[in-house]
């Protein structure tokens, strides 16, 4: 392991010396991004170069609209989420009973050639949006009535359309 991390130093040097001045020129034209509040965890862009996404940890997952705008609301997990009691928390993480009524993304990816958006939620396992957001639809909790314990990334291959995700372990969840 410690050769392949030398190697990436390396060839990370050599188009670092061979891109600088590019790079620097390109750094110029950069602009800080604001990130929503509470908590983002996971970021994606659809195919339309719209975003970026992000679920934050009061159940929403917000798009990026701009920097006139900024971050809209674009889809939610739980079926009823309670704007009042969700918007701007962050505790549901450490509260089972507010996670359960507000949900909490933790990975997003699109399907380019549908514009589905797939994530996984801490509380409410796999799940799909359509391209106009909304509420996701719940694809999968688990299998033989075994729940996800902790979902947390996911990806959709390009070619196939293929969702995978990963639980990272089978003994502790969200709280």
């Not at 030398?6 to 188009?15: A, F, M, P």
């Not at 990975?107 to 799909?128: A, K």
């Not at 949006?129 to 688990?142: M, S």
């Not at 359309?161 to 969200?174: E, K, R």
Request: aromatic share 10%.
């Amino acid at each position: 392991m410690a050769g392949f991390r030398t190697s990436i130093v390396k060839l990370s040097t050599v188009v670092f010396i061979c891109s600088q001045s590019i790079i620097f020129g390109a750094l110029a034209n950069l602009e800080k991004l604001p990130l929503p509040s509470p908590g983002p965890e996971t970021f994606a862009f659809d195919g339309n170069g719209g975003g970026p996404y992000t679920g934050i940890s009061d159940g929403r997952i917000v798009k990026y609209e701009g920097p006139t705008t900024g971050f809209v609301d674009f889809a939610y997990t739980a079926p009823n989420r309670p704007k009042a009691l969700c918007d701007g928390t962050d505790k549901a993480t450490e509260n089972e009973t507010l996670g359960l009524t507000c949900g909490r993304p933790m990975g997003l990816d699109f399907n380019h050639r549908t514009g589905e958006l797939y994530l996984v939620d801490g509380f409410y396992g796999l799940l799909v949006v359509g391209p106009e957001g909304g509420l996701a639809t719940q694809l999968a909790i688990g299998a033989n009535g075994v729940p996800f314990r902790l979902l947390e990334a996911i990806d959709v291959d390009e070619q196939t359309g293929i969702v995978y995700f990963s639980d990272v372990t089978a003994l502790y969840g969200m709280k």
